[in-house]
Nanobody
Framework: VQLVESGGGLVQAGGSLRLSCAASGIILSIHAMGWYRQAPGKQRELVAATTSGGSTNYADSVKGRFTISRDTAKNMVYLQMNSLKPEDTAVYYC??????????????WGQGTQVTVSS
């Protein structure tokens, strides 16, 4: 199984970016999918997550600005980021809880995509 992110880049404060993450490989089902971020010198933190049932969860710092969505048929998850702030600068990682066989279910991570917000 592989998770591949795309959509990061450099944007000015107040701008928008849309991150995408595609899961590929032998996948029976995907439970939660989410986005985490890690800024230099800081711990990795949850940004947003969505369950297979459609529930969503956001970090307080991004509520009202970021929106997570999911295309179950394509095994993809997206993060629409609006009103970006310099403090949103970080490497953003895709995460998914994936069932690959009747006996195997585990967390997978993407390689990360850099988001830089200039002031």
């Amino acid at each position: 199984v592989q998770l591949v992110e795309s959509g990061g880049g450099l944007v000015q404060a107040g701008g928008s970016l849309r991150l995408s993450c595609a899961a590929s490989g032998i996948i029976l089902s995907i439970h939660a999918m989410g986005w985490y971020r890690q800024a230099p010198g800081k711990q990795r933190e949850l940004v947003a997550a969505t369950t297979s049932g459609g529930s969503t969860n956001y970090a307080d710092s991004v509520k009202g600005r970021f929106t997570i969505s999911r295309d179950t048929a394509k095994n993809m998850v997206y993060l629409q980021m609006n009103s970006l702030k310099p403090e949103d600068t970080a490497v953003y990682y895709c995460n998914a809880d994936i069932v690959t066989s009747l006996l195997k279910r585990q967390d997978y991570w993407g390689q990360g995509t850099q988001v830089t917000v200039s002031s």
